[in-house]
């Protein structure tokens, strides 16, 4: 039996494609869970100037989330904890990231444009970690695709078999409300931003003569024979399919008007898994073990620009973590205590005396971690699962001012290590080689470097495209191919050797002169 406070935990994260909706969704679930008062829409009149998961200056600026931001809050006996995610696809990797810290993922479609690349790419994620997914069809009060044309496409594009647990009425101007497959009620709801509107109407069945006085008899008559297809088609919703991540439950809504999402979230907490068992490299770590164990997914420098702190986001796997105990840092071999560890809701922090499994604290950190370390009670533990992938665009920085040189490389060393985009030196010379996904990276590092360093900085393009991690059984033989291939090596954080090249053609060329070497798209070529 699991011990009710692991039981009553809910860990997901919320993912799309940019501008879905998912911020949005987001605060609506804060809504809901009464941890805020009123909402504000995502694109904001000048009175009320922040979204409460966007906390980052250059996020208010450009309106969309670049870091992944942690809240926790009570709905219904359950402690929900979301992780928002950034949506751009040049912060994939923080999403990638943080996929490996929850239990489930509720994944945005914008009914209008329906599954776009970014979405596919999330999802293939998912399906790796056998993560269970629930889909939120969002933006129905737009004119957008038919519900079932979009079943058909999620289904194909997503790979994944639906079972819709509740039903819209209309679509953009004719949108009248949500139909309740799961719980078998009605939602006519008002448009209405910032508060939680009350028009639910119970409905016994779709006979019941209390529908007339809210729908048209054409609109009762057509949702009916929805409903009979959907049955037919998708019939009933099986759990355990959903926990093992081959069957998808769906919702449809309108996220910004408040429509459908408090039966996305009571049919969550009844059926999103709680907090399960997780792979180390030495052994599976079961939840209900009596150890604290748990790992650092994600590092955040300077959540509050006024003090220069850094924060290690850590997901608690098994066992209870107490506030001023020590514990075991595995890979710097030492024992560690936090007398502040932090609870989040959004950008408001409190301290927390304990935590436990599928929660995530955040513990101050004055540069002991880095991603994927992990903590115990003194067993010697990896976690697996929080890979660097190879970058794409690497340029070298150049120093602007040389009489800050030395914040320039703290915000550096810094930044990399928070994950924002990867670091590489380069010899001869110790050359900084920032590696990145994206071009809005480089933008991130460069406003962040100024603004909470006072450092500035240019960025170099370099020709290469393309980047392998290399090994080989001899070590002499590697040490050989570094030193034949100087101009080509970059080491990462870890001091592995890592080879760049102009594009794919010359790694494989590379590969055929040197087939001692071998070649890693991830750093997670130890497992």
Not at 60 to 76: D, N
Not at 304 to 317: E, G, Q, S, T, V
Not at 457 to 480: H, M, P
């Amino acid at each position: 039996m699991l011990h009710p406070e692991i039981e009553k935990r809910k860990t997901f994260a919320i993912i799309s494609h940019p501008d879905a909706g998912k911020t949005t969704l987001t605060e609506k679930f804060l809504l809901f869970g009464g941890a805020i008062n009123t909402a504000g829409a995502v694109k904001r009149n000048k009175a009320n100037q922040s979204n409460t998961s966007d906390f980052m200056e250059i996020e208010k600026q450009r309106g969309i989330s670049v870091a992944t931001s942690v809240m926790g809050f009570e709905y219904s006996g359950k402690r929900i904890n979301i992780l928002d995610t950034p949506g751009h696809k040049d912060f994939a990797e923080d999403t990638y990231r943080t996929l490996s810290a929850v239990d489930s993922v509720i994944l945005v479609v914008d009914c209008v444009k329906g599954v776009e690349e970014q979405t596919e790419k999330l999802m293939s994620v998912c399906r790796m970690r056998n993560t269970p997914v629930i889909i939120f069809i969002n933006k129905m009060d737009r004119e957008g695709k038919e519900a079932f044309d979009l079943l058909d496409e999620i289904e194909e594009k997503l790979n994944i078999s639906l079972c819709p647990l509740s039903w819209p009425i209309g679509l953009g101007h004719t949108f009248k409300g949500v139909y309740s497959i799961y719980n078998k009620h009605l939602n006519l709801f008002q448009p209405d931003k910032t508060k939680i509107a009350n028009s639910v109407i119970a409905v016994k069945d779709l006979d019941d003569n209390n529908l007339t006085n809210f729908l048209k008899e054409k609109e009762i008559s057509n949702l009916k024979d929805d409903l009979e297809l959907v049955d037919g088609v998708y019939g009933q919703i099986d759990k355990e399919l959903y926990n093992e991540g081959l069957l998808a439950p769906v919702f449809f809504g309108s996220a910004i008007n408040n429509f459908g999402i408090k039966e996305l979230l009571d049919t969550f907490i009844d059926i999103a898994p709680s907090p399960r068992h997780r792979e180390a490299e030495e052994r599976d770590v079961l939840v209900e073990e009596k150890n604290f164990s748990g790992f650092v997914f994600k590092i955040h420098a300077n959540l509050d620009p006024k003090h220069r702190d850094r924060i290690a986001f850590l997901r608690i796997c098994s066992g209870k973590f107490e506030r001023n105990k020590f514990y075991y840092h595995t890979r710097q071999d030492k024992k560690l205590k936090f007398s502040n560890p932090m609870d989040f809701m959004a950008n408001e922090k409190s301290i927390v005396e304990e935590a436990w499994p599928g929660d995530v604290v955040g513990l101050y950190d004055s540069g002991n971690f880095k991603i994927g370390d992990t903590l115990t009670e003194g067993e010697k533990l990896q976690f697996k699962g929080i890979p660097s992938f190879s970058p794409s665009i690497f340029k070298e920085v150049e120093n602007m001012d040389p009489m800050r040189t030395k914040q320039l490389e703290k915000g550096i060393e810094q930044l990399t290590d928070e994950g924002v985009a990867q670091l590489f030196v380069m010899q001869p010379g110790n050359r900084k080689v920032i590696g990145a996904v994206g071009e809005l990276q480089f933008e991130v590092i460069n406003f962040r470097l100024e603004h909470e360093y006072g450092a500035k900085c240019r960025f170099r393009t370099l020709s290469y495209s393309r980047s392998s991690w290399v090994t080989a059984d001899d070590r002499k033989k590697l040490e050989e191919f570094v030193k034949r291939k100087q101009q080509h090596i970059g080491f990462d954080k870890e001091a592995n050797p890592v080879y760049l090249a102009d594009s794919e053609y010359m790694i494989n060329l590379t590969k055929q002169d040197y087939p001692d070497i071998n070649f890693h798209k991830t750093s997670e070529f130890k497992s």
